[in-house]
DNA sequence: TATGAATGAGTTTTCATTCAT
DNA sequence: TATGAATGAAAACTCATTCAT
């Protein structure tokens, strides 16, 4: 299928750049492979002969399948919290279904990025050290923290928190909506018959429709709030 | 050759309805189990077990393991939204917040419906025939259907099917914050930690005020659009 | 593929000769299905439905499906003794090559015998009990004893008690050639390469040719050993 | 995840040689289990238990059971023909009785073969690939042709092409004969009885017999159309 | 560092047979 | 007799991970 990329190359990474350097392709090829396979069908003998590696190779720089996804996913949120910044900068106040259209658009350049959250709750975090744990917690919290703070310039409605709060519930709803615009194959197939196209989802409509009316309706109950305290 | 070693049989469900009684324990069984295990560690010979059946019995009744827990999901959305047809009934018009407190309310009715849901998209639409897969959206679409046309009464503003595409989005949300508060143990442990029990949902809480404000912002951003045509 | 005939019938069968036709029914099923299925993927289950019988039915006049099997393939090879015994008895006298051949056409007119042989020693053989050992061959030793007489009247060089030793390797042969002219789907689409079609065996000209040498053989080695004993 | 708890690692096969030797330790285990116990009762675990390996490890050298019994098999036909070529070379002309003597003295040599040629029908090719099949066959044809071709040297008689073909009868019938005289337990208990003792078959006494008779009878044969064309 | 041979835990599903009805 | 719901034993194979080289 996918024909083998093995660069023979092989050398031995000993600097540290050499070896970051492996690391980021790794963690490439995982998640171009994983677009094409789910987590439990995408073998690490796979992926290691992807790469042009020795399976035992890859246990070099992750100490498991998970832990390696596990890190495939905090890059891929890495750069869409680093898109989202990007674009936020760019605003000195932003209404609602701007801030969604930002937030879509920031996700379509991560195309990975919601399948990867997909497997988070599912196996990774099933499937993880408490230290692994608590290492993408914080890295969740930094980068939430930083953004929130961001939202919270830019709708002044909202106070001090609840940025990341709100960036709690974009989290949920990007997972629950990745989730339904991603069907199985199978599921795929029964979705196109006539009567059941309606319960297709595409993922950038649907998710800023989504995040325009969560905002909108978290600002207005805001307001209200504010209005009749 | 094989010498089936009987040892205590258990009665023999012979009529319809003693069939039909003996299929829902089964989900029941499984229902309940699955609260306290995931999937993969919750075997069909446990299942059996609990029931007083032999596992083989299970399989009169149900093809597979993914085809009883796709029942087992479809029985508990069943319930959820009749729940919810009970409760919007009472109502001749509804405001956001009130909507998204009945909804919630009747969730929290199926506690172990978003556990259930979870596995829809990971685990059992990976794992079905194309047959199960059109028979579970089909009934869902019925569902949907119809409760999507008790919201367009209830919300002026919805414009016929649109109800029906707001409780996409209501799955959606459901799915995700579902799968955000219910992590699993060694997450939870990390998340009792107090620079990031921020990061912590309560399913409840988190789901009301998101749907309270996703169906605030839908609203408002129809009458925007009514309004200016 | 094969439609249920689904006799619905299913009258009891209170007579002795009732009994008898419906195990006969059972033994003719049996054999026209294992024309078409090995017998592991023929499934009493499929049997029964065959028959318009419950499965349990079936035990009530065959206690295993292996006795079930041993039952036709006795009745297979009492067919094709009886047919024997009338070709010959047509014969005062007769040379290796008529012998060879009135024993394959009696066996061209049962098909299914060949198959059922091959299922003997490796599956049924294995798994009956000792007593229905002793039954199946003291019934083989009967047949023989006697289709050995009338092959010892035909062939004046044989002495007693040869024709029964002669008939044991009939059977062999049968049994050896049956296989090689019965191969599986897989390894016959190997054997239509051109390079291969050699390895193709025709059940009755293979058969009658390896007969009729046995035959000539047979009794030349006699004659070798009655003219210099 | 899946936790492999080491215990103790038998010597790594790294070179190719190393690789040969085991896959052969494998076979050579596999071919004195099997005279053991039958194909369904020899688990592969505990064939990989008798040579110090893990079950994986077997998977490693052949992809299923099937495969590495039939690689088995071919080996020890290999061997048979390599026995047959070095007795044969060793005659300029040959009467049908020391062929047939020959011949069974190197099955003789070969004791494990005829039963893993009863395998071969009713199991092995059943469940192998089409790939697998043409192989072995491919490896018949070349034994077979090089044997047949030396048939036709030893017997005057045999056209070109004529001794292969005598050697798929001869193989038909070792594979019949070693059927027969190789009953399981059950049968062999009652073949003890008195009346039944004269089903009993020797291997090397009929199959000697019997190939005796086939070469005679086939020369015959080839003599008479010779004779009168 | 890199390799890849070796490890071994882990579980659904089938189907002949039984027996309550 | 007939039924068919219930039983439960049974085993090949995968693949993440390890570790000798």
């Known amino acids: 299928m996918t024909v083998a990329t093995q660069k023979r190359s092989t050398k031995r990474a000993r600097s540290v750049e050499a070896r970051a350097?492996?690391?980021?392709?790794?963690?490439?090829?995982?998640?171009?492979?994983?677009?094409?396979?789910?987590?439990?069908?995408?073998?690490?003998?796979?992926?290691?002969?992807?790469i042009g590696l020795a399976k035992g190779t890859l246990y070099l720089y992750f100490p498991s399948k998970e832990s390696l996804f596990l890190a495939a996913v905090q890059r891929s949120l890495d750069a869409w919290y680093a898109a989202i910044g990007g674009r936020l900068s760019r605003h000195a106040f932003i209404d609602p279904?701007?801030?969604?259209?930002e937030l879509t658009d920031a996700l379509v350049e991560q195309p990975r990025l919601t399948r990867l959250l997909a497997l988070l709750h599912t196996v990774l975090e099933q499937n993880i050290t408490e230290q692994d744990a608590v290492a993408f917690k914080a890295f969740l919290a930094r980068k939430m923290g930083r953004t929130g703070i961001e939202l919270e310039r830019l709708i002044p409605a909202l106070e001090p928190g609840q940025g990341a709060r709100l960036l709690l519930q974009v989290h949920a709803v990007v997972v629950g909506?990745?989730?339904?615009?991603?069907?199985?194959?199978?599921?795929?197939?029964?979705?196109?018959?006539?009567?059941?196209?309606?319960?297709?989802?595409?993922?950038p409509t649907e998710l800023c429709v989504a995040l325009s009316a969560l905002f909108r309706g978290f600002a207005a109950a805001l307001e209200a709030q504010g209005n009749t305290p």
Do not use: K, Y
């Not at 998640?31 to 396979?37: D, G, S």
């Not at 279904?97 to 259209?101: K, Q, T």
């Not at 199985?184 to 018959?193: F, G, T, Y």
């Open 21 to 50: 350097e492996r690391r980021d392709d790794i963690l490439s090829a995982a998640e171009r492979l994983f677009a094409e396979q789910r987590f439990s069908e995408l073998h690490m003998a796979r992926l290691a002969n992807e």
């Open 97 to 101: 279904d701007a801030l969604a259209r």
């Open 177 to 203: 909506i990745g989730q339904a615009s991603d069907p199985s194959p199978v599921v795929n197939r029964a979705l196109e018959r006539p009567d059941l196209q309606h319960l297709q989802m595409d993922l």
